[in-house]
T-cell receptor
Framework: AQSVAQPEDQVNVAEGNPLTVKCTYS??????LFWYVQYPNRGLQFLLK??????LVKGSYGFEAEFNKSQTSFHLKKPSALVSDSALYFC??????????????FGTGTQLKVEL | NAGVTQTPKFRILKIGQSMTLQCAQD?????MYWYRQDPGMGLKLIYY???????DKGEVPNGYNVSRSTTEDFPLRLELAAPSQTSVYFC???????????FGSGTRLTVV
């Protein structure tokens, strides 16, 4: 079975400071990893994904994520936070086995609050 | 450029009533999904489909049914609504190659 853990319910950061939203995963075989963002009363929007290759993945809105196989982590980062980054962030995983319906398992979400 | 369209956006049901949540995508994606989102619980998979005529249960299928008669449409049926089905429901689709999902804007359902 595949699973995702987001250990922090909320992360607070000052605008202009770097931010990190943590994610660890458990999956059989090689993982496909994703980050999504949800603004209030909206659906989830895709930010970035890791399938294979470079461990540092760059995505939308200046976000990036670092895949660490030994620590089974895929933390979301941004060098300089903006107030407009305030939202709910979800990490998701699926195993890399072909078939199985491409089913993603989502974490419980981390609320990011960026303050002036 | 519609993507995934869900209707209705809001609905209040009485206990025991039934309804269908509609989902349509115009990206020719083979895979479609229904998730429910509850506060602090993340998203839980209800049902999914890998193509027209093929559906399968997810993590929390009880109380729901789906059908997939066309590539575009994937309606979710609630029979005998219960308060435990109060939630926000999201439909999503994906192509196998991309891997990531495109989500609809959600349906907020309240059962009273």
């Amino acid at each position: 079975a595949q699973s995702v853990a987001q250990p922090e319910d909320q992360v607070n950061v000052a605008e202009g400071n770097p931010l990190t939203v943590k994610c660890t995963y458990s999956v059989s075989g090689n993982p496909y990893l994703f980050w999504y963002v949800q603004y209030p009363n909206r659906g989830l929007q895709f930010l970035l994904k890791y399938i294979t290759g470079d461990n540092l993945v760059k995505g939308s809105y200046g976000f990036e994520a670092e895949f660490n196989k030994s620590q089974t982590s895929f933390h979301l980062k941004k060098p300089s936070a903006l107030v407009s980054d305030s939202a709910l962030y979800f990490c998701a995983v699926r195993d890399g086995v072909t078939g199985g319906g491409n089913k993603l398992t989502f974490g419980t979400g981390t609320q990011l609050k960026v303050e002036l | 450029n519609a993507g995934v369209t869900q209707t209705p956006k809001f609905r209040i049901l009485k206990i025991g009533q039934s309804m269908t949540l509609q989902c349509a995508q115009d990206m020719n994606h083979n895979y479609m999904y229904w998730y429910r989102q509850d506060p602090g619980m993340g998203l839980k998979l209800i049902y999914y489909s890998v193509g027209a005529g093929i559906t399968d249960k997810g993590e929390v299928p009880n109380g729901y049914n789906v059908s997939r008669s066309t590539t575009e449409d994937f309606p979710l049926r609630l029979e005998l609504a219960a308060p435990s089905q109060t939630s926000v429901y999201f439909c999503a689709s994906s192509s196998l190659g991309h891997g990531g999902y495109t989500f609809g804007s959600g349906t907020r359902l309240t059962v009273v």
